[in-house]
């Protein structure tokens, strides 16, 4: 077994992880039909060179998703090429771990269509502005169409394999604001890594995100099945996660530096940005490292994934202070105000509106909306049942609170908001004298808790094709549910802008229907 490179150490997870019990390591076989080339350890050669990935070469496929574009209209074709493209050529290594349904051929296609569009309900940023051309992505901002691939690579386990297990040496790094999830999807990497047989002593952690690569006080740490035991069960994310520090050239330093040869990033927008351009700028250095993102964003602002892991968590959380900010006003006969997340994107007021069915007036970044008009739909409402519940997720209304806009931006470059929450508490209790006007935010609760069911079951699936697609010799992808397929998609094709919701959209309309709010 190779030695640990020296700047690694043997650090654990002791404080966040609590005692773990031990228990058996699990490893599934992996027939080798090649005798097993030692990687020289960093530690044996403190001043790695490119070189030193040499052995592993061979053993190594650096191979991007393709984007498969319809050509004459004729899927066959599609997929004739597709497979032609990916035939594996060298690989010494054939699977033969049964963890997941199966193998599944790198020339299984799951087809993004309009249709997929629609099952997302956000229709609006996904228009179909040439249906010669097949699906594109429409840039409201930009008045821009991107064209999307007609397919994607269906997620899951491949029969041949591009790595000795026991020549990886992982890393796992989480990025940008807290989700329900994270930890439940770190666990999964690891389970993965150890059923294809990664020596534990190779799987790592990187602390507080990207700053973990570059800042001598936060040392990654090693994970195994042990130390990720029951992290399920906990918010927030074990590793820690910041913002900022997109130092790429010195993070692909660090990887060379210690022999990382897979590198899972799970983070939102920027998060994937980063794993992108990480990917980029390991090719151009020439160091072979497989980089997979996994998205995730409390927002659900990601481009074509039918959903983000601990969304579903977030919004049942939501409901709950909307439903508590609905016995506020009724008790009193006021107003409540509740303020969700969502930067750029409403989703998760809008959802959470939907689902509690306690919501009168909901407002979302994407519509604006004028201040003298909602207040007089509020005291329609009070006028006709006495009590008001208003939802607004955090970046709605900004251009009416100081027409400066932002406050500037954060270390990763989002935008800093004002506070609408606040701001709307102040104009009803001037508008309604003598009415209870109450405010609850309950942001940070909402995103800080453990996953449910559904999400946790989701992050499971994630973390295994993240790994599942790195053992495949891809690089520079992220997994994801689209139209309810598990797939991985080129990176490139999610971080291109953020998902919002449609206006014009099925979903939105819907809850427009539901609670009688008029344009405002
Ligand atoms: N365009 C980019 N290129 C490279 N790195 C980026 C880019 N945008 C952001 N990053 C880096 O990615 C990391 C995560 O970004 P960010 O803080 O925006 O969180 P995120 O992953 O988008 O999640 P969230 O949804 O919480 O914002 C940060 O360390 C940031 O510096
Ligand atoms: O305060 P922080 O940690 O920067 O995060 C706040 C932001 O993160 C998000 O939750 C996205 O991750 C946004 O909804 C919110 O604006
Ligand atoms: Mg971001």
New binding site residues.
Partial sequence: MRSLPPSLGHHRLSADLGQAPLCASRRLPVVMAAAKEEVPSPAASPAASPAQNGPAKQLQRIASIPVVTRTDGSDYLEIRNLRDALTPQDSPFVATNNAGAGFVGDTDLVRISIMNYDSQESSGSHRDHGAQTGAVLYDPAKNQAIPLPNFALRSGPRKTIYHNPKDVTAAIVT???LCPGLNDVVQNIVYTLDDYGVPEDQIFGIRY??RGFLDRHAKPVQLSRQTVDGIQLKGGTVLGT?????K?PAIVERLRLWGINQLYVI?????N??AH?IAKECREQGVLCNVVGVP??I?NDIQLIDRCFGFDTAVEEAQRSLISARVEARSSGGISVVKLMGRQSGFIAMNASMASGVVDVCLIPEIRFDLEKLCDFVQAIMARKDYCVVCVAEGAGQDIMDSSGPKGTD????PILQDIGVFLRDVFKKRFKGVDVKYIDPSYMIRSIPTITTDRIYCKVLGQGAVHGAFAGYTDFTVGLVNTHYVFLPTTTIIQFPRTVDPRGRQWNRLKTAINQPDM
């Fill in positions: 990025c940008g604001g995100g990207l910041s913002r900022g520090n997109a790429i983070g939102g927008n920027g998060g940005a980063a351009s995730k964003s927002d270390a990763s470059g989002n």
